[in-house]
């Protein structure tokens, strides 16, 4: 199995690391992995916005699974990609990926369905955001 991990973090080379000591695995590779996952994968100059680059690397070496760790990749909708493309990939949607990519998102749905959260507001103008904070302090 050919596994392709995408990001360049910490929880990125845990995941290439673990998943090289599979019997399953032949081969992973990381896009673009860091100086750790070297050691445990190739890594392959792509970055993780750039989801054509990634699909079309994947459709090049046959990848058997991709594994995201980064938000970014989601929110842009990968995953929706890869799977029109009938490549596996782990990890949610675009739209459900906006539950962890967009905080004003998440608290929206929340408030709309009632679910317990703290209070919140947004702002798309500095001096309300500021009048808010003022009057909060009074």
């Not at 699909?55 to 990848?63: S, Y």
């Not at 842009?76 to 459900?96: A, M, Y």
């Amino acid at each position: 199995m050919k596994i392709l991990v995408i990001g360049s973090g910490g929880r990125e080379h845990c995941l290439a690391w673990k998943l090289s000591k599979s019997l399953q695995v032949e081969k992973v590779y990381c896009a673009p992995g860091n100086g750790g996952t070297s050691a445990v994968a190739e890594n392959v100059n792509i970055n993780p916005g750039d989801i054509a680059g990634l699909l079309a690397f994947a459709l090049k070496e046959k990848i058997d699974l991709t594994v995201v760790g980064p938000e970014m990749p989601l929110v842009f909708g990968i995953v929706d990609k890869f799977v029109e493309n009938g490549l596996n990939i782990f990890g949610p949607c675009k739209e459900l990926a906006m539950l962890e990519g967009s905080k004003v998102f998440a608290k929206q749905l929340m408030k709309k369905y009632r679910i317990p959260t703290a209070a919140f507001e947004t702002f798309n103008d500095a001096d309300k955001a500021q009048r808010c904070t003022d009057r909060d302090k009074s």
